[in-house]
């Protein structure tokens, strides 16, 4: 599996811009579904892809203040979705199937803030494994009509550099156990967003439907980030004193609009037009990196880890959100 994770040389930087990637790409009568496509980096890769032509459908689970968000952007609707209740997903499913358009672009970028002690939805599932994986997985696979339609098709999944620091914890996914740590059930779901696209690229490639994982860089400003509160984002070195957002973007510290370029990369770039289950970051296939490196102000690790490419891994997650979502 790591042999297609190897950069490509597509000529972007990580200060390229989601504008920048998509210059020149023509989205005409594509479709494309976001969900939390109405804040941060999610806005950015709407107004985007609605610029170079495309059909955006944002999901959020407030339709009224992402209709707020959205406004004057041309080609975005919204539609109610809680990733957090499996009724809701079903019911956006529902919808779009149901009005017989072919869905291109599937974007899997709403997410939530890891909570300080543990959290869990209806079922009992920890609530960020349950809303950043497996609503994203429920909410494809009802999806998959509507992707096999496009004939040809690409699912990307919003990930992070966080899915170096944990692999799956297969006997307690929920961290029913009592060891909950906030950090590591964060890094599990994002670990799980790159299986997650490995496996689903492995299933449905040849049915002309790609997946891919998306490392946006670190963007001060979106509520994942400002959970930290202002104390920690100085101490992570993302803030100055005075709070100022500090952009570098060679070191992951990037503005929204660059944060937006690899998500719409992923969605959108011809350069990836016979490449898939590939993790993503600053606009290029990333390089496997499996050397444990700290996190520090000046250095954020960020490439891939090859135990979340692993096509074992990627199928065993499968399975295991299939059982835990009953199907």
Known sequence: MTGRQHPIGSGFTPASTADEVLAGVDLTGKNV????????????????????????????????????????????????????????????????NASGRPLHVLINCAGVPAPAKREVDDRGYEVQFAVNHLGHFQLTLALRPALLAADGARVVNVTSGAHRFSTIRWDDPHFASGDYEPHTAYAQSKCANVLFAVALDNRWAADGI????????????TALNSAAGDEGLRAAGLVDEAGRPIIDPAVGKKTARQGAATIVFGAASPLLADIGGVYLKDSEVAPVDDEQRPVTPDSIPSDAASHALDPQSAQRLWELSGRLLGA
Request: glycine share 14%; proline share 3%; aromatic share 4%.
């Open 210 to 221: 790609r997946g891919y994982a998306v490392h946006p860089g670190i963007v001060v400003g």
């Open 33 to 96: 579904v976001i969900t939390g496509g109405h804040a941060g980096i999610g806005r950015e890769a709407t107004r985007a892809l609605a610029a170079r032509g495309a059909s955006v459908t944002v999901g959020a689970r407030n339709p009224d203040r992402a209709l707020e968000a959205v406004a004057g952007i041309d080609g975005v609707q919204v539609s109610r979705l809680d990733l957090a209740d499996a009724v809701s997903v079903d019911a956006f499913a529902d919808r779009w």
